[in-house]
DNA sequence: TTGAAAGCGCTAACAC
DNA sequence: GTGTTAGCGCTTTCAA
């Protein structure tokens, strides 16, 4: 069996209570009633039981995250620097994969939910049917929204200024000379695929660029190269390609290599996250940057900040981009 | 406040027990009682509290795991297939990042052990720094290693038959013409770093290779990079360069690429895992691959196995690689 | 078949 | 400063 706290208490010749004070140090005792039960407690080699604990302070310490696949390294990014924010705050995080489908979603965030977690982090994998889950599971727990969010309103986002992001990515482009662009991106299932196109044709309008229909499809390496084989197909290259997100690009630039196009002589290539890969891939591609770190404290500041069924403001935090400029785009001539 | 079973047992007018006899529907209840239960739950929106639950079972539902980073893809495959294994025995998966720190490691299996998970399962960052927190928690709840293990003995383990791995990677670029074959590695922190590094050395004796001394860093493309601009620098390019993982060649790739050296033209280069990226490089990376759902699948079947301290052989599982042969290899001449 | 009650391990009143 | 005890929410004896 294993040993309790009052396994230890009975080895100090002291009550439980005392134990209990000695080991968490919170409440005073004496140094002797201190001493005599700490050492009880390593001979014994007492573990706490969070369980109990758990039951006891109605709080667990962890926090749940859903996000839609860790196959795709932007989230593994986020979830590395949410994962060390919240050890700072003395949490820990249960990550589940809702591997993009709203029913998977659902039935984690129940899950986490009746495992008590202190607070929910999620990235909802569809704007429309993670809805239901995601506001029902907010009004349970404090929760907040990173990266992609659901359309209703009313909950607490953290994420990309996807306008400016796009605006930076297409002015790059248009400062190095090009004048028509083509976007690769995803169907719009969730709130990045829209936001992102949508911050394109407002920042191709704005920039009098020529554009054409946006290639629409998934935000994975496999697309990419089938997005490029159709670019490749038609009738005229464009002078540049901005990608809904750093996997695009790199399947692009595959299919490109493939078709014989030279990058970004012939074409300009621009991704978005700045995943690890973006730098190795041929040409080293140039793409704006998420700041992931900045993301992460904030996400985690506004979850320690709801308080449940307290009225407060919906905080909406989008946080600025940064390009990064490599290979896959010409300079600007100066 | 929350509803609990005893709300949900006093709307609906019976004890609670009969209330949790109903809904976990493993005991009678007459259909009038299981009925008005299960209606009273529904209107009052209970949920179970699993810590409760856990409390008293002595059982959380619940599986640990921790590897060294989840930066490394092949780790993130491996984890999505647990966590769908687990799914099907209704088991969730509480994951952790050691981020590489053996101190770090130890800090999270504490955690988890505290909070009761039901079996560990573990990817060791350090094979002798990993050893003691191991070893010890190992004898506090259902252990299997995962892909890396600890040098010290007795703890079930599930990977990659590295020998086999290294075998089939040596001796297909023999069979494409190679003579002399180099082998850019990780410092042997790790027992893969060991393994792959010996099983290398065994099969290119067998085949009478000529080799050079092993150069050895991290499972990065950075240091895939940095040793491919050594090689560069060297007296004379190998045949072929057997990398001890995908993301070490894909680094590897970029340098003979940036040096001008044409692949496999002048050199053959092979990695180990097949992760997603190993067919977007350029060219698409011919790679030994870990069958990493039969992993899964094994890893789980040995976890629900162990019955603590009951006496049973170690199992030791090394499951059969596979090669996938893509482009940067020339092919055998027929 | 049903209900009362014990108890999982812990902490915080509360009383001394 | 210390001990006794209630109670977190649940399931499962044990009696009826």
């Known amino acids: 069996m294993r040993v309790t706290i009052h396994d230890v208490a009975r080895a100090a010749g002291v009550s439980v209570a005392s134990a209990s004070r000695a080991l968490s140090g919170r409440r005073k005792v004496t140094p002797d009633v201190a001493e005599r039960v700490n050492r009880a407690a390593t001979d014994l080699g007492y573990q706490p039981n969070a369980v109990a604990k758990a039951l006891r302070d109605q709080t667990t310490g962890t926090i749940g995250m859903v996000v839609p696949g860790i ?126 196109l949508s911050g394109f044709q407002l920042a191709v309008d704005r920039a009098g660029l020529e554009t054409v229909a946006p ?69 080293p591609l140039t793409t704006v940057a998420q700041p992931v770190d900045e993301m992460a404290t904030e996400a985690v500041r506004v979850l320690e900040q709801v308080r449940l069924g307290e009225r407060r403001p919906v905080q909406r935090i989008a946080i600025a981009p940064r390009l990064v400029v490599r290979e896959t785009s010409r300079r600007t001539e100066e």
């Open 71 to 196: 196959g795709n390294p932007f989230f593994t990014t986020m979830v590395e620097a949410l994962e060390r924010r919240l050890q700072e705050n003395g949490r820990d995080l249960l990550l589940c994969s809702s591997q993009y489908d709203p029913l998977i979603e659902a039935r984690r965030l129940e899950t986490l939910l009746s495992r008590r977690v202190d607070g929910l982090i999620i990235s909802p994998c569809d704007i429309e049917a993670s809805a239901p889950a995601v506001l029902s599971a907010a009004g349970r727990a404090p929760l907040v929204q990173v990266d992609r969010y659901i359309e209703a309103g009313g909950t607490d986002w953290v994420g990309l200024d996807d306008d400016a992001a796009l605006a930076q990515a297409v002015e790059h482009v248009a400062a190095g000379g090009a004048r028509t662009v083509a976007f690769i991106g995803s169907r719009l299932m969730n709130s990045s695929a829209r936001l992102r």
């Open 215 to 283: 290639l629409l499809g998934e935000f994975t390496h496999e697309w990419g190269m089938q997005a490029g084989r159709l670019l490749l197909g038609g009738d005229r290259m464009p002078d540049a390609v901005v990608c809904g997100n750093d996997e695009i690009a790199i399947g692009l630039l595959r299919a490109l290599r493939l078709g014989g196009v030279r990058v970004p002589q012939e074409v300009a290539v621009v991704g978005i996250d700045d995943v690890g890969h973006a730098a190795m891939c041929d040409p």
